[in-house]
């Protein structure tokens, strides 16, 4: 009997960290040999060019007449039961409560008991829309009825109980890098051609959004400039942007703030940085400080969601309560000013990036749970031939 699954997974194709890790997961299980279907509106922005064992199914909404708002929750249910019945799929893993866990129960119940769900949590559907009492019922419905589920998070399955009343089993998963893509990059030309110079670089790299609290990224590096010249390098966009710019030109620091926009070549962006900033007000997991990490990038952090799970206080980073800037300022400058430690801090993070939260270890975890869900045996790895 052939070992290797098919799998189906839909995520949100757009930037965000949780259509990251789907994607780059569907892409290590497919070099596994697996058989991987992503089910969504559009290309998953990271899947980039074709992966052998790897397809595309896109959920087109019709707009009928007869409907205000196109149904596109009812037709991605019925595209998932479609690719399920013709791919003879394994598993359906989706990522996030609502709407894919929803829709996957619903072609469960059209394909049969044989097709198992399971679902990931990454955040917003517990911090945000489980907060919202007429949708509460229905996210825990879509958790009760997956076969299995995971969170990012050991904070976000403690938020999940305790909003949810929920009992069942969450398996921890928590996000993870391709070691072979995210590593310190040689990046002196880019430092070079940005006009850098000798200066310090402060990074955030976010989607600009009021929970990011983007406004304290600016706060501290005013206080860390006036004592390390440094440069803050924003990357990505978003609705905070116009106020944030605001503030820098209040400040008198325009000169000394660069806007590079989205960017797809995270690590090498990443790897210009000497401290990435994260001062976020909810965070579940903080992807992005992950990714840095694994570049050999410390993360000064709020003590926030899943972000002391990540970040080791004094090792790979430091963490600070949230919006205290003159802590995270002085946390900056102490590690600027201390090139030794600087250095330490940055074999910690590639150290605990790749041991900790590498590709391989993730994967295992995530191919066990949906072994167990199917009732199989996890196959052995075949023996290397020296």
Excluded at 170 to 179: A, E, G, R, S
């Amino acid at each position: 009997m052939d070992t290797m699954l098919k799998i189906g997974i839909t995520c949100y194709p757009s930037l965000g960290g949780s259509g990251v890790v789907a994607t780059e997961l569907g892409k290590l299980l497919a070099e596994k040999g697996h058989e991987v279907h992503f089910i969504s509106h559009s290309v998953p922005f990271r899947l980039g060019t074709f992966h052998k064992n790897i397809f595309y199914h896109e959920v087109e909404v019709n707009d009928y007449y007869v409907f205000k708002y196109p149904p596109y929750d009812l037709t991605l249910a019925n595209k998932m039961a479609q690719v399920a019945k013709m791919q003879q799929l394994d598993v359906l893993h989706v990522h996030y409560a609502v709407p894919h866990a929803v829709c996957a129960f619903l072609a469960k119940q059209m394909v049969g008991e044989h097709l198992k769900v399971v679902t990931t949590l990454h955040g917003t559907d517990i911090t945000v829309l489980a907060q919202d009492e007429s949708l509460k019922d229905l996210i825990r419905l879509a958790i009760n009825e997956s076969d299995a589920v995971t969170a990012v998070s050991r904070d976000l399955i403690r938020e999940t109980r305790e909003l949810l009343d929920i009992t069942r089993d969450i398996d921890l998963t928590y996000n993870f890098v391709d070691k072979r893509v995210y590593y310190p990059r040689e990046i002196q030309q880019l430092c070079d051609d940005f006009g850098f110079g000798d200066d310090r670089i402060i990074m955030h790299i976010s989607n600009f959004r009021p929970v990011k609290r983007v406004g304290d990224v600016v706060e501290a590096f005013a206080r860390i400039n006036s004592e390390v010249p440094s440069r803050l390098v924003f990357v990505g966009e978003g609705p905070d942007l116009p106020k944030i710019q605001w503030r820098i030109q209040e400040l008198g620091l325009t000169e000394r703030v660069h806007f590079l926009g989205k960017q797809d070549d995270i690590p090498q962006v990443i790897s210009m940085a000497d401290i990435l900033m994260l001062p976020s007000e909810k965070e579940s997991f903080g992807l992005v400080a992950l990714e840095a990490m694994a570049c050999g990038v410390p993360t000064i952090g709020s003590r926030t969601g899943g972000i002391p799970e990540l970040i080791v206080h004094g090792e790979t980073g430091y963490l600070s309560s949230i919006g205290d800037t003159e802590d995270m300022a002085q946390h900056a400058i102490q590690l600027l000013t201390n090139p030794a430690l600087m250095e330490q801090m940055r074999q910690n993070c590639i150290t605990r990036a790749t041991q900790e939260f590498g590709n391989d270890t993730m994967m295992e975890k995530y191919e066990q749970i949906y072994y167990r869900v199917l009732g199989r045996p996890m196959p052995t790895p075949s023996p290397v031939r020296g």
